[in-house]
């Protein structure tokens, strides 16, 4: 399985951020925080609940996400990474990422600690390189200090550095994502997460451009934003290997892969939410609430098995956000029917305007495709909900058993041995 651990808490609170995450402030020392030594102490004991309930399943991935997870000293992030390899199996090859804001890497030497507590894979935070658009998003950092977190992370030896970027921002130019672009590639990073802009509701940027205060570049320009700065990427040696990210060959991130192929997934910490063997549940926001869950051993207690549709939707919808595909016998093997039939006018429309393509039993989006893949999901999501209505056509075979036996990737990811799941 696949393990997130979520870290809640920041120096100050971005403009267009709706995670779950706790502002410190800016002076407060993160080591010294009441907060962080809470924290702590509940995610070895949430570690310690699920060991005894998962204990020997093989860990693949670790991502230590937030929040800004780098306000962890990295003697912490050791602490937590020995105390999960003794309540799971971490696979030696584990990919263990961290993510970071550039001002919490300078000089170099946290770095070295981080990678010597078992971290191999920095995910830096930059978002842009304009001093203007880092001010609009309330960023903590300066362009200057991407250069320098970067610089730093690889001096201290780290092999494996994903760059966070976004576009659509307001006020934000095709000359200027492209000119961020190269800038970004000149610092050779072996990863690069491009987002689009998404107005999450409650926030201040929200607010600000519902009140006219600022203004989205017009859609044209968010299509080309995204049509060219892909292409340009992919023209550096970066392989657009799912809609927002890019990477150089061996570098694709693998936890987020496993997601995306429909691993389990233990999420640690408040928010987190978790799927394993078809049953999902989400721990409490509130961190007192969290704590008082984990004490009273009741995590997970609250859980929702998935439905056949639901398992398919996300089947669709998760294997659509990435290059390689559908594969349409993993469609075969869950609901019995054949993908094509089921979906023939959609399909035969969407081939004409080049917005998929299929191959060697994949069904991908194009390029094009990803740009408008929200409405083509929805299109698919409706068709598929009447069909799996209906009754299987005569002579075709059951779908494959419920998840509570094992869950597949299919051929595209390791077959995943579901657990025996305890009574709550």
Request: with cysteine; hydrophobic share 40%; glycine share 8%.
């Amino acid at each position: 399985m696949l393990v997130y651990i979520h870290v809640p808490f920041c120096r100050t609170r971005c403009n267009y951020c709706a995670f779950h995450s706790v502002a410190l402030g800016r002076g407060v020392e993160p080591a010294a925080s009441p907060l962080l030594r809470d924290y702590l102490d509940t995610l070895l004991l949430e570690l310690a609940h699920w060991g005894d309930r998962l204990g020997g399943t093989e860990v693949q991935s670790v991502f230590f996400g937030g929040g800004t997870p780098s306000l962890l000293p990295p003697r912490i992030v050791g602490i937590v990474l020995e105390r999960l390899a003794r309540c799971f199996t971490l696979s030696p090859k584990a990919e263990i990422t961290l993510e970071a804001n550039p001002e919490s890497l300078r000089g170099g030497q946290s770095v070295k600690q981080y990678l010597a507590a078992g971290v191999n894979r920095l995910s830096i935070g930059i978002q842009s390189l304009d001093e203007s658009m880092l001010r609009l998003l309330g960023r903590p950092h300066k362009a200057q200090d991407s250069l320098h977190a970067v610089f730093a992370a690889r001096e201290a030896g780290c092999a494996n550095i994903n760059m966070d970027l976004m576009w659509g921002l307001p006020g934000l130019s095709v000359r200027q994502w492209l000119q961020t672009l190269k800038d970004a590639v000149r610092m050779s990073p072996d990863h690069i997460s491009a987002y689009g802009l998404t107005l999450e509701p409650g926030t201040p940027l929200e607010r600000d451009c519902e009140e006219g205060r600022l203004a989205l570049p017009p859609e044209r320009d968010q299509n080309i934003m995204f049509m060219e700065g892909a292409a340009f990427l992919e023209a550096n040696g970066y392989m657009h290997y799912e809609i927002s990210n890019f990477a150089r060959m061996g570098f694709q991130c693998r936890h987020n892969l496993g997601y995306w192929e429909g691993a389990d997934y233990l999420g640690l910490g408040p928010s987190a939410t978790s799927t394993i063997a078809g049953r999902r549940w989400t721990n409490p926001a509130s961190q007192r609430a969290w704590e008082a869950r984990t004490r009273e051993g009741s995590l997970g207690a609250e859980v929702e098995s998935l439905t056949p549709t639901v398992r398919v939707l996300e089947l669709i919808m998760l294997r659509l956000r990435t290059s390689r595909g559908l594969r349409l016998k993993a469609y075969r093997k869950l609901t019995g029917r054949d993908f094509l039939r089921d979906h023939q006018r959609l399909v035969q429309a969407l081939h004409e305007n080049g917005l998929i393509r299929i191959r060697n039993g994949y069904l991908r989006l194009t390029r094009s495709g990803m740009l408008v893949s929200n409405s083509i999901l929805s299109n698919l999501f409706e068709r598929t909900e009447a069909v799996l209505k209906q009754p299987l056509p005569p002579g075709t075979a059951s779908p494959s058993s419920t998840p509570a036996k094992s869950l597949s990737a299919g051929n595209d990811g390791p077959e995943i041995q579901a657990v025996v799941w305890p009574s709550a």
